[in-house]
C-alpha cells in the first residue's frame, strides 16, 4: 500500500471521533440552521440577463472545481461594487 | 404741489455678511445651502421625499376600551385556535381586518419606491416610556400598564379591561398581529417530541428539570419587508473540457482540464413579506453566545393571516418591544436581497460544471415597504450555568405552523466518549488492514 494510502486508513479513527462528535453536537444544538430565506421568501424575479465570454484555459490541473467555488453560497458576501444605491 | 407718483425706488442688492439675512437658521424643512450647487449624490438626498407613512392606527381604540360591537362589554379576548375575538359577557365572535387587504399590503411590489414605513414601524422616540397609564372610563382609577412584556391590563377596582391600542412612539405597538393558532397543549407536544429524539447525550440536568408544561406563549417582533430590487454580481466560471488519468497502480491521478469564462449576471426582483427581527437581541444569531438561531430558524409565518392591531388578541400573552428601526436594519435586508439574488442567478450558470466564482456584486434597491409585526413564538427555555453567565437553551413552536426547533444542552463527557470509542474502533480496523 502507498504511503498516502496508509497515512489515509491512519486517520481514519481521529477522523470518524470527530465527525461523530460533531454530527451529535449539531444534532443536539443546531447551531447551523437558520431561516432558509432564500427558498422560503416569495420572490417574483424577472428573467435573469448576463454575458460570458471566454478568458483562459487550464490544463492538467488536480482540483476537480474551481477555485474559489461559491456558486452555492449564498450567504457568502464578496466585494460590493462602489456604485450600490 | 405736484399729484404725480414718485419713482419707485431700485431693489436693494441681496444682503450678505454678519447680520444679514442669511445667518438667520433656515426654517424647518429648508436647507441653509441651495441644494443645485451640490453634488448629485448629497444634492438627491437632500431633496429625496420623507419616507411616506401608512396610518395603520386604531383610533376607535385610543382610549385603551376594546368594545364588544354587539353589547359594548370591555372583557375582550382572543379565541384560541383561530383569528377570532370574543367577546366574554355575551360570547359575540368577530374576526379583526386583515392588514393586507385593510391597507393594500399585498399589491403593487411592482412599482414600489422610495422607503415607505407603516405608522407602527416609524422611528422610536429617544424620550419613549415602557409605563402607560390610562384612566378607567368606568370608576376613574389610574389603570397603568407595562409595554415592555405586557399589553394589556384590568382596572383593579371595576374589572374594566384596557389594552395598549394607541400606537405609543414606543415601539411596543404593531401594525398588525398575527394570532396564535397552535395551543399550548400541541406546542407541548411538540416540545416532548423534540427532546424525546435527543435524550442519550443531553445534559443530565437538563433532562431531570425538563417541564414542558412551563412553555410560554410569547408575541416577538418583526419587521416584515417588501421590496424591489436590482442585483448584479460578476465572477469566473469554469467548463471542463477534458479529465485524464497518469500513472498507474496506487499512483493513479486524476487530471482536469477547462476553458475559464468571465460570467456577469443581472436580475431584478421583487420580494414579498420577508420578514427580519426588529429587537436587537433577537437579531443577534451568535451561536457561541446565544441560541436565537433558534427562533429564527421556525421562520416563516403565514403573514398575510395578519389582523390589524387590537390589544385584545395579547390578553394573558406576554410580548417583546421592539428597539430597532427601519434604518438600523437596512444593511441587514441588502445582505439578505444579495443572498436572495445569488439563489436566484444560480440556474443560469449551471453549464458552468466545474463551478462559478463570484467576486463582485451589487445592489440598488428601488424600494421597500416596512410593516412592523407582532408574530406568535412557544418558548420553552433552560439555563445552562456556565461561564460568562451561561447559556439560554431555547425550544421554540412556531404558533402557527408548529414548526419546531430547539437546543438541548449536552453532557459533553458522553459525547467526547463516544466520539473516541468509535475513533478508537476505526483505528484498530485501520490497523488491522494495514498489518494484513
Redesign the interface.
Known amino acids: 500500500?502507498?504511503d498516502?494510502?496508509?497515512l489515509a486508513?491512519?486517520l481514519?479513527?481521529?477522523a470518524?471521533?470527530?465527525g461523530?462528535?460533531w454530527m451529535?453536537?449539531r444534532?443536539?444544538?443546531?447551531?447551523d440552521?437558520?431561516?432558509a430565506?432564500?427558498?422560503?421568501?416569495?420572490?417574483?424575479?424577472?428573467p435573469?440577463?448576463?454575458?460570458?465570454?471566454?478568458?483562459?484555459?487550464?490544463?492538467?490541473?488536480?482540483?476537480?472545481?474551481?477555485?474559489?467555488?461559491?456558486?452555492?453560497a449564498?450567504?457568502q458576501?464578496?466585494?460590493?461594487?462602489q456604485?450600490?444605491? | 404741489m405736484s399729484n404725480a407718483k414718485p419713482p419707485s425706488p431700485p431693489p436693494l442688492p441681496p444682503v450678505s455678511g454678519p447680520g444679514s439675512p442669511r445667518d438667520v437658521p433656515p426654517l424647518p424643512g429648508q436647507f441653509p445651502i441651495d441644494p443645485a450647487t451640490l453634488p448629485k449624490p448629497i444634492r438627491d438626498e437632500l431633496t429625496a421625499p420623507d419616507p411616506v407613512a401608512i396610518d395603520t392606527s386604531a383610533k376607535e381604540l385610543k382610549d385603551g376600551a376594546n368594545h364588544c360591537p354587539k353589547c359594548g362589554a370591555t372583557d375582550i379576548r382572543h379565541k384560541h385556535g383561530s383569528d377570532l375575538l370574543v367577546c366574554l359577557f355575551c360570547r359575540n365572535e368577530w374576526q379583526g381586518a386583515r392588514v393586507e387587504e385593510e391597507f393594500g399590503l399585498g399589491s403593487g411590489?411592482d412599482e414600489l419606491s422610495g422607503t415607505i414605513i407603516a405608522s407602527g414601524a416609524k422611528d422610536i422616540a429617544a424620550d419613549s416610556a415602557h409605563l402607560m397609564s390610562f384612566k378607567c372610563s368606568g370608576c376613574g382609577a389610574e389603570v397603568t400598564v407595562n409595554t415592555e412584556n405586557q399589553m394589556t391590563a384590568r382596572c383593579h377596582w371595576c374589572r374594566h379591561v384596557f389594552g395598549v391600542n394607541e400606537q405609543v412612539a414606543n415601539g411596543a405597538v404593531p401594525d398588525a398581529v398575527l394570532p396564535f393558532h397552535i395551543k399550548k397543549d400541541d406546542a407541548i407536544a411538540r416540545i416532548r417530541q423534540f427532546v424525546d429524539k435527543?435524550q442519550m447525550?443531553?445534559l443530565k440536568a437538563f433532562k431531570e428539570q425538563f417541564t414542558p408544561e412551563n412553555v410560554s406563549a410569547v408575541y416577538l417582533p418583526y419587521m416584515i419587508v417588501d421590496g424591489r430590487a436590482s442585483a448584479?454580481?460578476a465572477?469566473?466560471?469554469?467548463i471542463e473540457?477534458a479529465r485524464y488519468t497518469r500513472g498507474s497502480g496506487?499512483?493513479k491521478?486524476?487530471?482536469?482540464?477547462?476553458?475559464?469564462?468571465?460570467?456577469?449576471?443581472?436580475?431584478?426582483?421583487?420580494?414579498?413579506?420577508?420578514?427580519l427581527e426588529s429587537s436587537s437581541e433577537r437579531g443577534n444569531?451568535d451561536?457561541s453566545v446565544n441560541?436565537n438561531?433558534?427562533i429564527?430558524?421556525?421562520?416563516?409565518f403565514d403573514t398575510k393571516n395578519a389582523v390589524k392591531w387590537n390589544a385584545s388578541y395579547l390578553h394573558g400573552v406576554s410580548s417583546e418591544k421592539r428597539d430597532r428601526d427601519v434604518a438600523h436594519l437596512k444593511p441587514r435586508l441588502e445582505?439578505?436581497l444579495?443572498?436572495?439574488a445569488?439563489?436566484?442567478?444560480?440556474?443560469?450558470?449551471s453549464r458552468?460544471d466545474?463551478?462559478?466564482?463570484?467576486?463582485?456584486?451589487?445592489?440598488?434597491?428601488?424600494g421597500t415597504r416596512w410593516v412592523s409585526m407582532y408574530l406568535p413564538v412557544w418558548l420553552y427555555s433552560y439555563h445552562q450555568p456556565g461561564k460568562n453567565g451561561g447559556m439560554l437553551h431555547y425550544i421554540a413552536v412556531n404558533g402557527r405552523t408548529g414548526e419546531t426547533?430547539?437546543?438541548?444542552?449536552?453532557q459533553q463527557w458522553k459525547?467526547?466518549l463516544?466520539?473516541?470509542t468509535?475513533?478508537?474502533i476505526?483505528?484498530?480496523?485501520?490497523?488491522w488492514?494495514?498489518a494484513n
Open positions: 500500500m502507498s498516502d494510502g496508509s486508513l491512519l481514519l479513527g481521529p470518524g471521533a470527530t461523530l462528535y451529535l453536537y444534532h443536539y444544538r443546531n447551531t440552521k437558520s431561516h430565506f432564500e427558498h422560503e421568501t416569495a420572490v417574483e424575479a424577472k435573469v440577463t448576463g454575458s460570458e465570454h471566454k478568458v483562459d484555459e487550464v490544463k492538467g490541473t488536480r482540483e476537480s472545481s474551481i477555485r474559489g467555488n461559491n456558486v452555492g449564498y450567504r458576501r464578496v466585494q460590493r461594487r456604485d450600490d444605491s | 411590489l435527543r447525550f443531553a448584479d454580481v465572477g469566473q466560471g469554469e473540457t496506487n499512483d491521478k486524476t487530471y482536469y482540464d477547462a476553458d475559464v469564462y468571465a460570467v456577469q449576471r443581472h436580475v431584478d426582483f421583487t420580494v414579498d413579506d420577508l420578514p444569531h451561536t441560541t438561531n433558534i429564527n430558524t421556525i421562520l416563516p445582505d439578505q444579495l443572498s436572495i445569488r439563489h436566484q442567478v444560480v440556474e443560469s450558470v458552468y466545474r463551478g462559478v466564482r463570484w467576486e463582485q456584486e451589487s445592489l440598488d434597491v428601488h426547533m430547539g437546543s438541548v444542552p449536552v459525547l467526547i463516544a466520539a473516541l468509535v475513533g478508537t476505526l483505528e484498530s480496523i485501520a490497523l488492514i494495514l
